[in-house]
């Protein structure tokens, strides 16, 4: 009996010390799991943080790298095309008028369309995910056309604005002429020490940096480039005459814009004109916003930044000012759900903009770009 009770004493004593180390156990277990989730957020934040920010950075550079030679045509510049009454600089093009307004414009600098109910003390509320492009051309305007351009119909999301820029090719290596160009006598060739990058069928510029002209080459080989293009007026004639050692080089539009993208959130998207292509360039961008510095007496002193829409003549333009709101990659927690009440808004250029309820970081990058050719 003695050893029976011995027995059930110590089974009863094996008992408490195996529920004092399933306790134990489970306490660590818990410390861990809570340690885990909570390395896990901090980790989710700081993904979120660096996408936010790097996505952010690379938009505008795309954008601050194009606008600020924006104008700029081989020695020349559009910008400077308000002096004309002077004698002191022009700007030709020779290229046919595009199918909808914004194609083939070489002799504006800028151009651009404003969303509907933004600019200063305006709002726009951003959709969820899935986003969908708004079809209603109607929704933008600029100062000499109602409505979003054909080109970009059903492709932009709504209430965000749209950046033209049109310049010679960043980077591109400039040619030169050999021969003097005459014009009025049916000359379509010009002679130069080289084509470089330039191809057929692409849209190039001649200056002698007091006058430019753009075309669309017709052949481009050997030492000789020729005018007559598909698109081109008057039988590829320049309309002026060029000398030795005039400059020629492939000039380009690109239009920069927020639209859908492949991760069903918006994207920073352009479209080249050379090419014809539309390109996502940086993902989750959901905002953008555009003013444009005018300088309309005095070349380089900017006297009021305006929306699109309130812009007369886009070679007055000197300075644009942008704004985006980046958000971090859809389908990663990064912040606390809010509520309706604690949602924060976000001040692009003085447009309220409101994000969606979810658990997305967001963050509102802004720059000032001046324009390196305007008034030359």
């Known amino acids: 009996m003695r050893r029976l009770g011995q027995r059930a004493v110590q089974a009863g004593m094996t008992m408490i010390e195996l529920l004092i180390a399933l306790g134990l156990s489970i306490l660590v277990i818990g410390a861990a ?18 996408a936010v920010s790097d996505n952010g950075r690379i938009a505008l550079d795309f954008l601050a790298d194009s606008v600020r030679s924006g104008g700029y045509m ?33 002799i504006e600098a800028f151009g651009g369309f404003e969303g509907a109910g933004t600019g200063p003390g305006g709002a726009v509320n951003i959709a969820a995910i899935p986003v969908a492009p708004d079809a209603n051309p109607a929704d933008w305007s600029n100062f000499n056309v109602a409505g979003l351009d054909g080109l970009l119909a059903g492709r932009v999301t709504q209430g965000s604005d749209v950046l033209v820029v049109r310049e010679s090719l960043p980077q591109a290596i400039p040619i030169y002429t050999t021969a003097p160009y005459i014009t ?43 005018t007559n293009g598909p698109q081109d007026l008057f039988g590829g004639d320049l309309s002026w005459n ?17 639209g859908p993208g492949r991760d069903t959130d918006s994207s920073l998207w352009s479209y080249d004109e050379n090419t014809a292509a539309f390109q996502e360039l940086v993902p989750d961008v959901e905002n953008m916003q555009v003013l444009y510095g005018v300088a309309p007496t005095t070349p380089n002193q900017v006297t009021q930044y305006v929306t699109a829409n309130a812009v007369q003549d886009f070679n007055q333009v000197v300075s644009v000012k942008v704004a985006v709101l980046v958000a971090s990659p859809p389908g990663q927690a990064a912040v606390t759900l809010p509520t309706l009440a604690t949602v924060q ?15 997305r970081l967001r963050k509102a990058l802004y720059t000032t770009i001046a324009v390196r050719n305007a008034a030359l």
């Open 33 to 50: 799991l809570s340690l885990f989730m909570a390395n896990r957020n901090t980790a989710s934040t700081s993904t979120a943080v660096s």
């Open 74 to 106: 081989a020695c020349n510049a559009t910008n400077n095309l308000r002096q004309i009454a002077t004698g002191t600089t022009r700007q030709l093009s020779i290229v046919s008028p595009g199918a909808t307004p914004v194609q083939r414009n070489y």
């Open 184 to 226: 009025g006598v049916g000359q379509i060739a010009l002679t130069v020490n080289s084509v470089g990058t330039i191809v057929a069928g692409e849209y190039a510029v001649i200056s002698d940096c007091v006058v430019s002209t753009a075309f669309q080459v017709a052949t481009a080989a050997g030492a000789t480039i020729t």
């Open 242 to 258: 060029y000398d030795i050692t005039d400059t020629i080089t492939p000039v380009d539009m690109t239009i920069y814009f927020v």
């Open 345 to 359: 808004a976000f001040s692009l250029l003085e447009t309220i903009v409101n994000p969606p309820l979810d658990t």
